[in-house]
């Protein structure tokens, strides 16, 4: 692992604030790390007694003992659910394959089944996953039980007034969470989970494991490949979400792409001849609908109102879906500007019901984001958040003010809950680049919002043995379309491709896919 001298590299962010961009080492940054993480190694291998998983056919399931302070391993432990799809050819297998899910918040063990892999390595590798800390049995964080009291206010505050209640919604959500959840609030982070990976190796008693990270799933492989390079076969990182990256600058990264990619399809939409959006320019027509709602929702049906934060779910959700869904944004959108606006709140509907059936829990994920993140949004002074707020605005102007709502409070970091509940680990200096491990390989949608392609494409000047896979897709993860390969699209040749890298670790330095 390459070390670096002094604490933080910074550079000027485009208004000119100072921010941190890249997080590269000292060296007592790196020691502290790897020396936690260490403890795992010393501590006795937790056992897993597999049994048949109720109602999930040829799928098993154990728990997990780890101890909830990864420095202490005589604190209390907690169990974190473990499930295995056993590899269907056993004669070929290859050894583990452990997912890791995204958010961060979303459950592994929701990973484990048939449907969810390629046939291909599913019979040569023990699929395998769990549920990271904070998302079910009893680490389950419940700070934001429901999407309702988020929705009811008004997010894209313009006055004092309606600051001031987004402000205090903030600081009640964060006081209730601290206070049922306080003792697991510092031990929820992803250096913890990179710790129950390691111990999970351990119990499944397998020298190197190879690993498969999906969204924030991937800055969780690729963090463990860095602290543990020797137990690391082979890695996936499937949409990246880079750990080099500093918080706020990955606040504007994604911002910046979810605007593109809205602003294509408008203007995409404008050389039609059948673009659903009147006029002669849709993306007036978008921000005329959406002003409007700030201040008047609109009629869906003879009970709902379509609110302007229905709107920017149904936008956001779309965009993440893929082509289909944004094409029938286009249609929704149309609708609402003629007063009918059952369409769009049936598509942001949807994105809620599909966030909480993906295990998602909201304040799981604010409780992660901040035990990661916490201290370094603590760092920034108001004149730094103030700058990066509008650069954000600037960069983004239509999604912007939702993607990035800070509250009035000057006190308070834009990631609402960490203002109240205590942070975890002070950021890591250290750049993690896998060195040691096994060869890595990186998917990339190019439409993707979410993780960006920028950050795929930082990747493999940043990483130590990477490959980079490209199709043109408008979708966030590419993996699915390895599941869904039928001979006819792009998903053939992802599938090729992962095949080569985890069956024979190999992979050209540059795959560019036909789109999908």
Not at 209 to 220: A, E, M
Not at 222 to 242: C, K, Q
Not at 457 to 462: H, I, K, N, P, S
């Amino acid at each position: 692992m390459a070390l670096h001298h002094a604490g933080v590299a910074r550079r000027a962010g485009p208004a000119g604030v100072a921010v941190a961009t890249r997080i590269h080492a000292n060296l007592f940054g790196v020691v502290a790390f790897v020396s936690a993480l260490a403890g795992a190694s010393t501590a006795a291998a937790a056992e897993l007694e597999w049994r048949p998983c109720p109602d999930r056919p040829g799928v098993e399931c154990a728990s997990l003992d780890v101890p909830l302070d990864r420095g202490d391993v005589s604190s209390r432990s907690v169990s974190l659910p473990v499930s295995r799809l056993p590899a269907t050819d056993p004669e070929q297998r290859l050894g583990v394959l452990i997912t890791i899910a995204g958010g961060p918040g979303q459950r592994g063990t929701d990973w484990v089944a048939p449907e969810v892999h390629a046939p291909s390595i599913a019979s040569r590798f023990d699929i395998v996953s769990f549920d990271p800390r904070g998302t079910s049995g009893d680490t389950a964080i419940t700070c934001i039980p429901e999407w309702d009291p988020y929705r009811d206010l008004d997010r894209t505050p313009d006055d004092a007034q309606e600051r001031g209640a987004l402000d205090g919604r903030i600081r009640d959500l964060a006081a209730g969470c601290q206070e049922a959840h306080g003792s697991l609030l510092p031990h929820l982070g992803t250096a913890d989970t990179v710790h129950d990976i390691e111990v999970l190796r351990q119990a499944l008693g397998e020298a190197q494991v190879s690993l498969l990270g999906w969204s924030y799933g991937s800055k969780v492989a690729l963090r463990y490949a860095s602290a543990f390079p020797e137990h690391t076969r082979a890695v996936v990182l499937d949409g990246y979400s880079d750990p080099n990256l500093a918080p706020p600058v990955h606040e504007l990264e994604q911002a910046t792409a979810f605007e593109r990619e809205l602003d294509e399809l408008v203007v995409e939409c404008a050389l039609r001849d059948d673009c659903p959006l009147e006029g002669p320019d849709p993306g007036m027509t978008l921000d005329g609908l959406l002003e409007g709602l700030d201040e008047s929702p609109v009629a869906a049906g003879h009970v709902r109102t379509l609110r302007q934060a229905d709107a920017y779910e149904a936008i956001t959700g779309a965009l993440v879906r893929g082509p289909s869904e944004r094409e029938r944004l286009l249609h929704a959108i149309a609708a609402a500007t003629h007063g009918d606006g059952r369409m769009l709140l049936g598509m942001a509907d949807r994105f809620r019901a599909d966030f909480e059936a993906s295990g998602l829990d909201l304040g799981t994920y604010m409780a992660i984001v901040c035990a990661d993140d916490g201290a370094a949004w603590a760092s920034l002074g108001a004149e730094d958040l103030e700058s990066l707020t509008e650069d954000v605005h600037d960069a983004a102007p239509r999604l912007g003010a939702w993607l990035w709502s800070p509250t009035a409070a000057d006190d308070l970091p834009p990631v609402g809950l960490c203002a109240m509940t205590p942070a975890g680990d002070p950021p890591v200096a250290d750049l993690f680049d896998g060195a040691g491990a096994g060869p890595i390989l990186v998917l990339a949608a190019s439409g993707d919002p979410t993780t960006p392609l920028s950050a795929a494409l930082r990747a493999v000047e940043d990483l130590e043995d990477a490959s980079l896979l490209t199709i043109r897709a408008d979708r966030h993860l590419v993996y699915p379309l390895a599941v869904a390969a039928d001979g006819s699209t792009g998903g053939d040749c992802v599938l090729t491709a992962i095949e080569d890298h985890l069956f024979e670790g190999t992979s050209a330095t540059q795959i560019d896919c036909p789109r999908a």
